[in-house]
């Protein structure tokens, strides 16, 4: 199937949600707090407003004046209120979108609302630009949107059901080269088991199948061992996770050796009979770095989880003091 034939069955949902909008459900696209575990207080209706938004930069509906200006200026309010109490912050496509569809009615009286954008939150008033033009970012027409581009509208916007054909789509193309990369970003937001095999064990082969020549090689073989090791403790595989958290023991420990003991703690954690193994070579890490001086803060706290699981008070104190000071 064309992928261009899910984009225009998406236009059709943004028209929809255009002509619910105008019937007067707003409630569906306005701010609504959501508290998560994973991001803590997020916009439950972001997707929706954004579904309105691309409906309006696409012309999905004819929304004549000045009801389509009113409806920008509502909804820009409505993404200020977003950013403002988002605990995850950052910008959002929404707040950039919102800005070229604003292009053609800003006036000077608008510029105390734009100040209120950029001071949102902290990644508003480092890249949000009052006088910025974003329209080169959002084309005027779906159709312009490559496969990616709509495997990512797609997942943004919670539309799941043509996310999961659109990356169907993208892995029947193949998976070859840099693409097997893009399929892990795929995966992610599917969140099907089916694609995170393919995925970890396609970008595992790719990252260990030659030595690495450069750092970008060098970072991929760090983030490939991590989700092998991920994959197999969630899958139960804890023995085989531990084999090869000690065959790449060398590749977890570059970059800053978060990653080093984030993996043992998950190990740790996953089967008991293994704590004392893995602690051992935790220490052995541990006096290493300590003696080269290359034992980083941002390792502190996952250090201090791990000596509290193999219950290693003297070191836990340590490094509880240790992070408390680096705090």
Known sequence: MDYKNILAEMLGEFRTDIDRYRSGEKDRYFYKCKHTEEYADIDENYGARGRVLYGLRFDAAEVGEPEREQMVRELFEQEIIAREKSSFQGIGANLELLSVLMEQYRKPEDKPMYERAKNANFDCYCGFGIDESYAAQYPANIYECSLVDSIYLASELDMKEKLLRLVDIYKAEGLEGDRVLMFRRCARMTGRDDDREIAVKGCYERAFGCEPADMKGQMEQLSAAEDMIEWLCDKGEISDAFALFKKH?????????????????????????LIRDVWKICRKSIKQDMTNKRLYPICYSIIKSCAE??????????FDRLDRKNK
């Open 249 to 273: 023991t060398d590749v977890l420990r570059s970059a800053n050796g978060r990653a080093f003991f984030e993996m043992a703690h998950l190990i740790m954690k996953a089967d008991n009979a």
């Open 309 to 318: 699981l193999a219950g290693d008070q003297l070191t836990y104190t340590l």
